[in-house]
């Protein structure tokens, strides 16, 4: 009986979520639904995200009431068959309740990241794998300007579920060491290679997020043979200009109140930047060596105001398959770099979107990598 | 990233910075442990609640000085050095013994920059535990801060995590002012997320714990995660308050204090310290002289009552600020409506 039963229970989104909110249902009681369809809408300390279903059926209950915190884990509905029985549902729930740990330390499934510093040509580099048991070509996220590898946490764990993913954090950010060297593309490029190298990678495929998209760029182009497939998210290098308010806002605001309005122009949906995404980004501010960093970085990439490193031309030599991904809305590099580029080059807009479509159309980004990645480029 | 306590986020700022800079030494009442006995025993304490554990065998006698147990000798030549070249950060043990150096601290270090004419500089810390709730009795359980905070010349940092805490013990040895660096002893143990990397947290710039719109709650040191508790659970009772963690004591955001009360009309202040001139009433001034027209109710202190701390459980349990004292407040200013004129 219980097989008609469907669990829903509190998502995990990131390695560090731990409980959630659950901000609002999407979906009424009562109505039917598909898989992927989104059914709730879950606030955790760092965003607020969609919840796709996980099964096709009828939403029987809503187990918690909206605004309710719940580790993850936590039973937050029911979707079962229209005839399945009240009873057999009570039944169930107390019976998920009875027996629900909850279980802090996350290690709920092999598909967990594991999170790790690398010696990279003397640089320590702080890298999170998951889902190392899949054969294939993994995937390698390089996150942007100020960014670090935790703007993958709704990226990684959706395609760990075919394909070894790898995400890092850039000399200059998060975790790794604050040493830029001359902070070009290039230098940023060489980087990334050396730790290919150093994780035994031969191949793989590379997503790449604003300044992670001009890296990949020029990875693609100074390493052709370890690069399979390009997927370029707001990439910088394909058009000239750049929000300066933003690299200088970023770069000067040390207080909440100045950084907010300054983080909002990253998304479409001013609400995603959240109390603990700003502290976190004022807390590695605060680091030893981060604002010589990013300095040394916009002065290279973005001096006198517009990108200094053009890199279109990548796209007329690399063989391998490119898409790039944009938000219609973005701010900070405006999508019309995704106009007029090669044919051979799948080119998706997100209306509604700002600069961090894997943050904030993330099922629909996932979607793309994976479909992409699957469709016989791998 | 990773877990540390209070005590080792301490002894990482301490680790980091003198690997840092040589300049930076430590000094102070059995800081290593071991010495002067016949055993032979080297760094067998790293302080009374081993916080500067480790650094003797890292950085030997020339950099981690165990001195004889007379505060006026030690910090008096804690005070020299800083004014001729060294970064020393000097361990008072109990904040309470201030009494025994405090000339060397108020009318010496706070001083020498002002008498110089700015051409003195005196890069000293003194780290002191201080507060009550630990069974230390009268003579080791005050909370002086304000004692310094009364003394131009001083900055005082009251950490209320470990993350606070190794931010601003780095921003302190790299101040080149004297710093009074207070830890309160009951939170040694208590344990968050502390960057491996060094980081410095800027003096005067008052952190926002939590963000509502009925009431501020202003919290110094260990009083910060109570007025957090209290304020999480005053949310559910549809009262949201904002939470203010000054830092420093010296300098004060009172900006920040005033944007605050501005917003919310409502002000309690939670000081664990004696209450006649203490923190609490600072802010009461500052906010009753520069915010009167945004108060909307009268402002709520929530202190000790003016007696030595006690040493019996049940009466320094009594003593202390408590979350439900704390929420008890925020519900009167809350509650509170000013009397139409007949």
Not at chain 1, 280 to 293: E, M
Not at chain 2, 290 to 319: M, S, W
């Amino acid at each position: 009986m219980s097989e008609t039963i469907t669990p829903i229970t509190m998502p995990k989104f990131g390695l560090a979520m731990t409980e959630g909110k659950l901000a609002s249902w999407s979906t009424p009681v009562g109505a039917t639904v598909k898989a992927g369809d989104e059914i709730a809408d879950i606030e955790t300390s760092k965003i607020t995200n969609g919840y796709e279903s996980p099964a096709a059926g009828v939403l029987r209950r809503q187990v918690a009431p909206e605004g309710e915190m719940l580790p993850v884990g936590a039973l937050i509905g029911i979707l079962a068959d229209a005839d399945v029985p009240d009873s057999d549902i009570d039944a169930f729930i107390s019976r998920f309740n009875e027996s629900f740990i909850s279980d802090d330390s996350g290690s709920a499934g092999n598909d967990e990241p594991t999170r790790k510093v690398t010696e990279v040509e003397n640089l320590k580099i702080s890298v999170q794998e998951s889902g190392s048991q899949h054969d294939g070509i993994p995937l390698l996220l390089i996150h942007g300007f100020g960014g670090d590898l935790t703007n993958w946490m709704m990226t990684q764990p959706a395609l760990t579920e075919t394909r070894r993913v790898i995400a890092f954090d850039l000399p200059g950010h998060g975790e790794s060491s604050k040493d830029v060297g001359d902070g070009s593309p290039v230098s940023f490029a060489t980087t990334v290679a050396a730790l290919a190298e150093v994780l035994d990678l031969q191949r793989v495929h590379v997503a790449g997020h604003s300044l992670g998209g001009a890296i990949a760029l020029e990875l693609a182009k100074t390493h052709p043979d370890l690069v399979a497939s390009l997927t370029l998210i707001a990439p910088a290098g394909l058009g000239q200009d750049i929000s300066m308010t933003f690299i200088n806002g970023f770069i000067e605001a040390d207080r909440r109140k100045t950084l907010e309005p300054v983080l909002q122009q990253l998304v479409h949906d001013k609400s995603l930047i959240t109390r603990q995404m700003i502290e976190s980004i004022i807390r590695y501010k605060r680091l030893d060596g981060v604002i010589p960093a990013l300095k040394t970085i916009a002065e290279t990439n973005f001096h006198d105001g517009r990108q200094a490193f053009p890199l279109r031309s990548v796209l007329e030599t690399y063989s391998g398959p490119v898409q790039v991904l944009w938000g219609e809305q973005d701010e900070i590099l405006s999508v019309a770099g995704s106009e007029d580029l090669p044919d051979a080059v799948t080119v998706i807009r997100y209306p509604d979107t700002g600069h961090m479509p894997q943050l904030e159309k993330s099922p629909d980004v996932n979607k793309a990598i994976k479909n992409f990645l699957d469709s016989g480029n791998s | 990233m990773s877990k540390k306590s209070f005590r080792q986020a301490i002894n990482e700022a301490l680790r980091q910075e003198m690997r840092r800079d040589p300049r930076v030494i430590i000094m102070g009442e059995d800081v290593a442990g071991g010495r002067g006995g016949t055993s032979g025993v080297q760094d067998a304490w790293g302080g009374v609640l081993g916080v500067t554990k480790g650094l003797l065998t890292e950085f030997g006698e020339d950099r981690v000085l165990d001195t004889p147990i007379s505060e006026a000798s030690y910090i008096g030549a804690a005070a020299g050095a800083a004014a001729t070249g060294l970064r020393p950060v000097a361990e008072l043990m109990f904040v309470d013994f201030v009494g025994c150096c405090l000339d060397q601290i108020m009318n010496q270090a706070a001083k020498f920059r002002y008498m110089f004419g700015g051409k003195a500089r005196t890069p000293l810390v003194i780290r002191a535990m201080y507060g009550a709730g630990f069974n230390a009795a009268a003579q080791h359980s005050q909370a002086l801060y304000p004692l310094f905070t009364h003394i131009p010349g001083l900055k005082v940092v009251v950490p209320s995590s470990p993350y606070e805490a190794k931010g601003l013990l780095i921003q302190a040895i790299r101040d080149d002012d004297p710093v009074i660096f207070l830890e309160n002893k009951v939170m040694y143990d208590e344990e968050e997320d502390v960057p491996d990397d060094p980081y410095t947290i800027p003096f005067g710039e008052a952190n926002l714990t939590r963000e509502g719109n009925d009431v501020t709650i202003v919290a110094f040191g260990r009083m910060v995660g109570f007025a957090n508790q209290a304020a999480d659970r005053l949310e559910k009772e549809g009262i949201s308050c904002t939470v203010i963690d000054p830092r420093t004591t010296s300098p004060l955001d009172s900006g920040t204090i005033l944007d605050c009360v501005a917003d919310t009309g409502r002000l309690v202040i939670v000081d664990e310290s004696s209450p006649r001139c203490n923190l609490a009433t600072d802010v009461a001034a500052l906010v009753a002289e520069e915010a009167f027209d945004a108060l909307k109710a009268p402002i709520r202190r929530v202190v000790p009552p003016h007696t030595p701390v006690p040493f019996a459980t049940i009466l320094e349990n009594l003593y202390l600020p408590s979350v439900e004292k704390i929420e008890a407040a925020v519900r009167s200013v809350a509650a509170y409506r000013v009397k139409e004129e007949v």
